[in-house]
């Protein structure tokens, strides 16, 4: 089996692609509440600089940079996934729970990382982020979807 390794260094920036096992899904967005308790509560736990964050029904993308004192991306991810799976896990004790299927639950295993080392990749990072409710036909412009830190900033803008 190949071994994976994360490049990891401290006060870096990433850009990160977290998926649903199930594509097509909607449960993200279904769930909404249950995913920002998740990661608010991770970022508490493990402060993070979030530049950018966006929401799709079956995956999810962030701009994060790592404090200087340590690289915790997978603490965090790890604590996010296992809270959100608890909070909309079957209670149904007939079936197999999601933390029983392991593989078969309800993310993907592993999570897409990369290390952002030029102010372009930056701003193509951050772009990526804003555009992609656009690019998967769920609205016409950015500012129009509701689970991304855009949304926020425009409601922001429009109000002052």
Known sequence: MTEYRRFLIPGATYFFTV??????????????????YAYAKAVAEFPVAA???????????????EPEGGVW?????????????????????????????RERGLWQRRFYEHCIRTEDEYRRAIDHCRMNPVKHGLVTDPK?????????????LTAA
Request: aromatic share 10%.
């Open 19 to 36: 998926r649903l096992e199930q594509r097509g899904s909607t449960l993200l967005t279904d769930q909404i509440d249950a995913l920002r």
């Open 51 to 65: 530049h950018a964050v966006v929401v799709l029904p079956d995956h999810m993308h962030a701009v994060w940079t």
């Open 73 to 101: 991306y997978s603490e965090r991810w790890r604590r996010i996934k296992a809270r959100f799976t608890h909070a909309v896990a079957d209670p149904n004790p007939q079936r197999p729970s999601l933390e029983a299927k």
């Open 144 to 156: 129009l979807w509701p689970y991304s830190s855009f949304a926020k900033q425009a409601r922001h």
